[in-house]
């Protein structure tokens, strides 16, 4: 498990919106570029940005071993089904 990295920050005005000013050091740590798209979700009360590509790399990743669990269980799922 990787080390956690916690700083206070503030929020600052950006037109009638609040931006969060990230830290070079931290993007180099994310291995961040300029521009990058990022995923915002919150629980209520924790905000967490994730980079897009590990949320995608993800995705594809739960797609290909559920591609393998249909393609070798297709037979006992559809009898599960019905």
């Known amino acids: 498990m990787g080390c956690a990295t916690a700083m206070r920050k503030k929020l600052v005005k950006h037109g009638n919106s609040r931006a969060l000013v990230i830290d ?24 967490t940005i994730t980079p897009a590509r590990t949320v995608d790399s993800n995705r594809a ?7 393998r669990v249909n393609s070798r269980y297709s037979e006992t799922l559809d009898r599960l089904a019905k």
């Open 24 to 47: 070079k050091a931290i993007l180099e740590l994310l291995s961040m570029e300029d521009d990058e798209d990022v995923i915002v979700s919150t629980d209520g009360r924790t905000l």
């Open 61 to 67: 990743r739960l797609d290909d071993a559920l591609d």
